[in-house]
């Protein structure tokens, strides 16, 4: 068995011979997907309203709308929120069988929703038309026939939708039962032929009646489609939805991830539409919208004027289709516009295809960056606080042998004082595949291994896949075997191939089995785990090493009848969920959970981080990854990262210390390799790469207190702690279609190295006059509004404070977060242009959930008029030990003569230091405890 199952991986997972984009589907070998590419507008409608059928109640409007080609009624419904939220549901009226929804809670927080929605109010109607208003907001819906759903702001369209006439609805029908009686055609497949296909003859309607039977190729698609050797038996027939949606208004449109290209969609018009499955493709290609590991069906639009975004809430293969009004036109109309001046307002327009499912799209009006991400997070949730920890660097190999292997990784990072936080064990350290086990002859004891990586404050995560081997003496698989919880396919056990061989896969879209999944952490059950082992959740998308695209059949069946085509992106989310419930269960609901998934849907940002899956040890990698998070983020994914050096390939020192740097910026800080890769640990690179390794991670540690604050408010607000340029600066188009610089919440402006040899940068400093940045190397003074090419060596990190700013720190290098808790702070205090800043601290016990009973600090630090303050955000008694060791003022425009602090009622003189060259005032020791009010003045007479 061992032998062929080797064999099976060779052959089907080996990355030199898996990287064919052939194994991949194109929206041509979609069936379903080529046949809404292919639907045009109709010359005469199909969708339309019918007429007196609107009813407004307390929580919704509701109307039909008919397909007048099928005689088929739809109902839609409209809720609004009070917080700029419109809800757009539409399913068929009286379908043969329910079409697939997300249950209520799982992705969408319903009951949170529940007070905020708003009585729409009727500004006029028509038996063609109707308009309502959303109380206390400037958001109007109109609703005309032919159906078109249009949403402004105030008097001007935002948003459209259907208004290109694609929408494209098939309903539910039965089989046909022989080929002489044909079923009505899919919704659109005849009347309007696709492009360049020539019309019928003007005989055939009165050969073949009115309707047009489709070819053959294309009904097949819709009862039955192959892929290379799999069968699909659509037992349900065609059930896609297409619509078209446009942002009126708006040049760029983001999000909708996860794909390997830049941040701001590029134009669909000449390639594949951007697609969403989530799929197992490792050493995956770049500038495409292929399919990755992850799928959030959000996409923003962003001008000067405002941001909005739309989530359609699928979980069904998605397709989307960009298109840009100007950039898409062609030279000679460029050129036009140019000599005419031609002021027509731009729009984006997206076209929108789900495999199965229903319409339920979720608009959200902002008007601002920050507003759009709160309106998100009260629909999906936000990212909850992460054990600081989880914020350190993180050491991961495929895979660290055995105990030994694992103590050789501590000790030399005790050897070169490298911070670290958590080692990391692949799929190696179990028995023979089988997760919640360990392999007895290279971990016989998981218990003592712990504890020396807990004796210098270390973590360590290992690796727990969905895919159980298939063997009755392991205990994992006989529970689940006699508890009839796997997925089934023709009334089997769905049997896969993955690592262990042939596998079965849990059905974690029910709530039985994700409750027992969540019970096999506890210490009892998963043996040689304690409160310092973490979980790494890997190949939930799921993989299935012999499956069509290397995962599920789409006609595998789950509870209740659901097909896997119904909620396939949602399998990860479902197990990233239940095994972080299992981590907060096993310690009585007292600690917080870290969990990193693979897979992701929108909302698993509720359960923990993820990052860009199996990349490789290449420039163009590295490049990449910044916009790749900067998508992710701005979708509520905030917890992310990309494998440093990457996972793939043999990456030059060069490369490899470059992606340490850049990585220090970004939320989730992993270094991880494939086994057949050369060892890259930092002290196995030439002295000066490790030593700049070394202070890259330096780096890291010493701004966690502005990350954990950063996560704190991203927890509270949804505001995501990594973001593009145009959330600090909205009206600043030369951050519209920014990757290669991003902003580190609101003070820090971080410019990636992503070229080979690079000997300098370009940076645009955003702002205007009026706005200031400080070198973060040197404290240089630099205007905003500026643009500048700055030399860089290999040592060299471009990153900025910006003026107005106040960034705490811990600048004591420690071995690991849990011996930073005490460790004194320093206060960066970066002044604007008018000598003020202000910022925010947010301190806890790092790794428990008594944050939500009070048990924390949250300050705010003030300096105007030459005085800095600190003072409660929130007024609790949680104290810190922890005390202010020092405050770096950088712009102060003249040399002090006395600087005081007073707290307490006590005044006491304190020492600085100024530098008249760089403008750099630093006072020495305040001590004062960073849990007590206190002011500090700085006299200059």
């Known amino acids: 068995m061992k032998v062929c199952t080797a064999l099976f991986v060779l052959l089907f997972i080996n990355p030199a011979l898996a990287v064919d984009r052939n194994n991949f589907k194109t929206c041509d070998e979609s069936g379903f997907c080529k046949r809404q590419r292919a639907y045009t507008a109709p010359a005469t409608p199909h969708y339309h309203l019918v007429a007196d059928s609107l009813v407004v109640s307390s929580d919704s409007a509701q109307f039909d709308v008919k397909n007048t080609k099928y005689d088929i009624l739809f109902v839609v419904k409209l809720t609004g929120y009070s917080n700029g939220i419109v809800r757009v549901h539409m399913n068929e009226k009286s379908p043969i069988k329910p079409r697939y929804e997300v249950p209520p809670g799982d992705v969408v927080l319903e009951h949170q929703l529940q007070s905020k929605i708003s009585k729409f109010s009727i500004v006029s109607q028509s038996s063609e038309a109707f308009t309502l208003s959303l109380p206390n907001t400037e958001t109007t819906v109109k609703v005309t026939s032919p159906f078109l759903v249009e949403v402004l702001s105030g008097d001007t369209t935002v948003l459209q939708l259907n208004s290109r006439g694609l929408m494209k609805f098939e309903h539910l029908r039965l089989k046909p039962e022989s080929k002489s009686e044909p079923e009505p055609p899919a919704d659109g497949e005849d009347g309007e032929k696709p492009e360049g296909e020539e019309p019928a003859p003007a005989d055939a309607e009165s050969e073949q009646g009115e309707e047009t039977k489709p070819e053959e190729e294309e009904e097949h698609a819709m009862w039955e489609e192959k892929y290379k050797s799999h069968n699909d038996a659509k037992p349900n027939g065609p059930t896609s939805i297409g619509v078209d949606i446009t942002f009126t208004g708006f040049e760029h449109v983001y999000g909708?991830?996860?794909?390997?290209?830049?941040?701001?969609?590029?134009?669909?018009?000449?390639?594949?539409?951007?697609?969403?499955?989530?799929?197992?493709?490792?050493?995956?290609?770049?500038?495409?919208?292929?399919?990755?590991?992850?799928?959030?069906?959000?996409?923003?639009?962003?001008?000067?004027?405002?941001?909005?975004?739309?989530?359609?809430?699928?979980?069904?293969?998605?397709?989307?289709?960009?298109?840009?009004?100007?950039?898409?036109?062609?030279?000679?109309?460029?050129?036009?516009?140019?000599?005419?001046?031609?002021?027509?307002?731009?729009?984006?327009?997206?076209?929108?295809?789900?495999?199965?499912?229903?319409?339920?799209?979720?608009?959200?009006?902002?008007?601002s960056p920050i507003d759009l991400f709160k309106q998100y997070s009260s629909l999906t949730g936000t990212t909850n606080l992460p054990p600081i920890f989880s914020l350190g660097y993180h050491q991961s190999r495929w895979n660290y042998n055995d105990e030994a292997d694992v103590k050789q990784i501590h000790d030399n990072y005790e050897l070169h004082d490298i911070p670290l936080d958590v080692v990391w064990l692949d799929i190696e350290h179990t028995d023979g595949k089988r997760y919640f086990t360990w392999d007895g002859g290279k971990f016989p004891t998981p218990h003592d291994m712990v504890a020396k990586l807990k004796s210098t404050g270390r973590k360590l995560v290992t690796i727990v896949d969905p895919h159980i081997k298939r063997d009755d003496n392991y205990h994992i698989y006989k529970e689940l075997k006699d508890k009839d919880l796997f997925v089934k396919r023709d009334g089997k056990e769905f049997d896969g191939w993955c690592w262990p061989g042939s596998s079965s896969y849990p059905d974690f879209t029910r709530a039985d089995m994700r409750s027992w999944w969540a019970s096999k952490f506890n210490y009892e059950d998963y043996k040689g785990t304690s409160e310092d082992v973490y979980t790494w959740n890997d190949m939930n998308e799921p993989s299935v090493f012999n499956g069509p695209e290397i995962t599920m059949h789409k006609d595998a069946v789950h509870a209740d009848g659901w097909e896997h085509r119904d909620v396939h992106n949602l399998y990860g989310f479902y197990v990233h969920q239940a095994t972080s419930e299992g981590l907060v269960q096993r310690s009585g609901g007292s600690l917080r959970p870290f969990v990193l998934s693979r897979a992701f849907y929108a909302g698993s940002q509720r359960h923990g981080a993820v990052w860009t899956g199996d990349n490789m040890g290449e420039w163009s990698h590295l490049k990449i990854s910044i916009p790749m998070i900067l998508s992710q983020s701005v979708t509520g994914i905030t917890f992310t990262g990309a494998d440093v050096g990457g996972f793939f390939r043999n990456p030059s020192a060069e490369l490899v210390t470059r992606w340490y740097q850049t990585a220090a910026f970004t939320p989730f800080y992993r270094a991880h390799s494939h086994l057949d890769t050369r060892r890259r640990e930092p002290w196995l690179l030439p002295e000066e790469n490790r030593n700049i390794i070394r202070d890259a991670i330096i780096t890291r540690y010493q701004l966690l207190p502005y990350w954990y604050t950063l996560f704190y408010v991203n927890e509270k607000e949804g505001i995501p702690p990594a973001r593009p340029m145009w959330v600090e600066f909205p009206k600043d188009p030369n951050g519209f279609?920014?990757?290669?610089?991003?902003?580190?919440?609101?003070?820090?402006?971080?410019?990636?190295?992503?070229?080979?040899?690079?000997?300098?940068?370009?940076?645009?400093?955003?702002?205007?006059?009026?706005?200031?940045?400080?070198?973060?190397?040197?404290?240089?003074?630099?205007?905003?509004?500026?643009?500048?090419?700055?030399?860089?060596?290999?040592?060299?990190?471009?990153?900025?404070?910006?003026?107005?700013?106040?960034?705490?720190?811990?600048?004591?290098?420690r071995r690991s977060t849990t011996q930073m808790t005490d460790d004194p702070y320093t206060l960066i205090v970066a002044l604007d242009s008018k000598g003020a800043a202000e910022g925010q601290l947010y301190i806890d016990d790092y790794k428990s959930f008594q944050y939500r009973q009070g048990h924390y600090l949250y300050r705010k630090f003030s300096f105007t008029n030459s005085v800095l303050t600190s003072s409660a955000i929130d007024s609790t008694t949680f104290r810190t030990k922890s005390i202010l060791e020092s405050v770096k003022i950088v712009g102060y425009s003249s040399k002090p003569t006395k600087v005081t602090l007073s707290s307490n009622g006590v005044d006491k003189e304190l020492s600085f230091r100024y530098e008249e060259g760089t403008q750099l005032l630093t006072v020495r020791k305040p001590a004062v405890n960073m849990s007590d009010d206190w002011t500090m003045t700085i006299s200059t007479q």
Do not use: C
């Not at 405002?306 to 050129?335: C, H, Q, Y």
């Open 737 to 813: 279609a920014e990757d290669e610089q991003f902003m580190l919440g609101p003070a820090i402006l971080v410019r990636t190295v992503t070229e080979e040899g690079a000997t300098g940068v370009n940076v645009n400093f955003a702002g205007d006059g009026y706005d200031v940045w400080y070198s973060a190397d040197d404290f240089r003074r630099i205007p905003g509004g500026s643009k500048a090419y700055l030399p860089v060596t290999l040592a060299s990190v471009p990153h900025f404070y910006r003026g107005g700013y106040i960034v705490p720190r811990k600048d004591r290098v």
């Open 256 to 367: 909708i991830p996860e794909h390997g290209d830049s941040f701001a969609l590029r134009s669909t018009v000449d390639r594949d539409p951007y697609r969403l499955y989530n799929l197992d493709v490792f050493e995956y290609e770049l500038d495409n919208g292929m399919a990755l590991y992850g799928s959030v069906p959000v996409m923003l639009a962003h001008n000067a004027a405002r941001t909005i975004g739309v989530f359609w809430n699928n979980p069904s293969e998605m397709w989307v289709d960009v298109r840009s009004s100007k950039a898409d036109r062609s030279t000679l109309g460029k050129l036009v516009d140019f000599v005419t001046q031609d002021n027509t307002v731009p729009q984006m327009d997206t076209r929108w295809v789900a495999e199965s499912g229903v319409i339920d799209l979720y608009v959200m009006m902002g008007p």
